[in-house]
C-alpha cells in the first residue's frame, strides 16, 4: 500500500511497506505497475500434452506462410559431442533439460552418455523425430511441445502450447525441487533465440532472484550459448567500461559465470517452424553468420541472498542499477543522494568508497554491498527514493 508523506505539491512521496522499503517520487496516484513483479506474474493451469503425430517435413497447418521463425540448431555430431564432454565435467547432476532440441543430435549424444534427458520442443514438427529417438534408445528421454524461453509468461488468463507453466510441466515430469542451500536439481542446456536475447536474459534475471518459474525448484544450471556480443556484456567489469552496465553486475552478482566453449555461427543450421533448413537471405544474417556463438555457465550463488537482499526486495536493488547506469559517468556521491535519504557519506565510510567514486569503478560485489548497507540503516524508516519512470526503461 502506498502511503503519502508531505512533499512539496509537485511530487508526492511514498514508503513502500515490508522489506526493501522505499519512497517514491512521481505525479499522480499509484497505478497498476507499482505493483511489484513477483505479484503480477501468474502461473496458467495448462498441462503440456504431446501432439499427434506428424511427418518430419509436412508443415503444420497452424503455421503461418508469411511469420515463420527460425531458430538455431545443433545439427553437427562434432560439435553435440564437444557440448557433451564440457556437461560431463560436473556429474553430480545427469538430469538435462534441453531447450529446443530441434533434429535431436544433442539428443542422442546426451542419452548415449547415460543422462536423463527433458526435452522442450516449440516446433511440433520435431516431436514424432524425437520421440522415435527417445525409444531407440532406452526410454531416458520425455518430450514436451514447450518452449523454454515463454515459461511462465507474466499475463493473465489461459495460456496455450508452447507457453507453459513450469510448477505443471515439472510436476508432471517428477521433478522435485532442492533447498536453494543444497545442490544442482537439474541442468538446462540449448541455445539463446536469435531474437530477444536481451528480453530473455531480463525475464531470467527477474526469475533467479525472485525465486519464480524454475528457480522456485533451486540453483537450477543454464548451459546455453549466446551471442558473442551479449556474452561479453554479461562478463563485463570496471576493466572494460564501455561494455559494463546494470545487467552485467545483476548476473554477476546471482550467477558464477563461466565460459565453456566459443563455437563460429556457421556450425549451427537454421530451421523455419516448419522444419525446413532455412540459408541465410538478409545481410544481416550474412554477418551474423561470421560472428561467433559463446557456450556459458550460469550457475546460481549459494550465498546470493542475504538478510538484506531477498527475492522480497530485490526489484529495488534493479531500481539502484537501473538509476545508477543512466547516469554511468557520475559519482557515486551524486547517486547516493538522488537514490536514498540515508546519510551518503556515512554509506561511503561503510562500503569503503571515496565521494570521487564513479559507477563504472564499481565491481559487481561493491553494488551488492553498496544495497545491502542502505538496507541494514536502522535510523531511518525510508530507505530508498523512486521514480515511477524507471519502470517503464529498458536498459
Known sequence: MWVPVGLPPRLTLSAFSGAGRFCVLKSGSAKGKDVPARSRRGLSDFHPQLLPSQGFGDSPSWVSKCGLESRRYITSPRLAETVVQILWEKQACKLFLECNPGPGILTQALLERGARVIALE???????????LGKNLGGKLDVAHCDFFKLDPKNYGAVKSPNV??????QNLGIEALPWSKGIPLKVVGIFPSKNERKTLW???????????IYRYGRVELNLFINEKECRKLMANPRNPNLYQALSVLWQVACEIKLLHVEPWSSFDMYTQNGQLEKPKSKESLEQIQQNLCFIRLTPRRNLFTENLTPINYDVFFHMLKQCFMK????????????SPVDAVDILKQVRKKEKTKITNMYPRDFKRLFETIECSKDYTCKWLYDDFMEDVVT
Open 122 to 132: 516449440s516446433d511440433r514438427t520435431f516431436i514424432p523425430h524425437l520421440e522415435s
Open 203 to 213: 525475464k531470467l534475471l527477474h526469475d533467479i532472484y525472485s525465486c519464480t518459474s
Open 328 to 339: 554511468r559517468n557520475a559519482t557515486l556521491i551524486d547517486h547516493l543522494h538522488s537514490l
Open 165 to 170: 507453466s513450469s510448477q505443471l510441466l515439472f
